[in-house]
């Protein structure tokens, strides 16, 4: 699967030698296979982070989209308008921007943030190619 930083404790409660070695490996590699399947994968990815804000009115239309699209949403903040914080892959960022630039009829301004690595779940179970 070629996971990278992870820990698994398998717990054998029968002492007995009946499956053989070759047995115990396959025990063993399914019961990880199994819970990684069951529990899912993220990756860290570096992201940027942006802010913008919006007026009460066109909130629920930009948070559809943000949601529908799968964008990060660090933090919503509620004052004389609502502050919203995004964190967006490198390549993903122009058409982010772009998009909400047009829902936003060009009344948006972005500031940059921070980077920081975030956690982002991994949709498929293609875990090789991620």
Do not use: C, W
Not at 20 to 38: D, M, Q, W
Not at 54 to 83: C, M, Q, S, W
């Amino acid at each position: 699967m070629k996971l990278k930083n992870v820990t698994v404790v398998v717990t054998r409660y029968f002492g007995g030698i009946k499956l053989g070695a070759g047995g115990l490996i396959r025990a063993y590699s399914n019961s990880v296979t199994n819970a990684v399947e069951k529990v899912g994968v993220i990756k860290r990815v570096l992201q940027q982070e942006l802010i913008f804000s919006v007026p009460y009115n066109r909130f629920d239309e930009i948070d559809h989209y943000l949601k529908t699209t799968d964008v990060f949403i660090a933090n919503t903040e509620y004052g004389v308008d609502v502050k919203i914080h995004i964190f967006l892959d490198d390549d993903d960022q122009e058409k982010t921007k772009n998009d909400l630039t047009n829902l936003l009829s060009g009344q948006v301004e972005f500031t940059k943030g921070q980077k920081r690595y975030n956690e982002i779940p991994v949709k498929d179970n293609n875990f090789h190619e991620q």
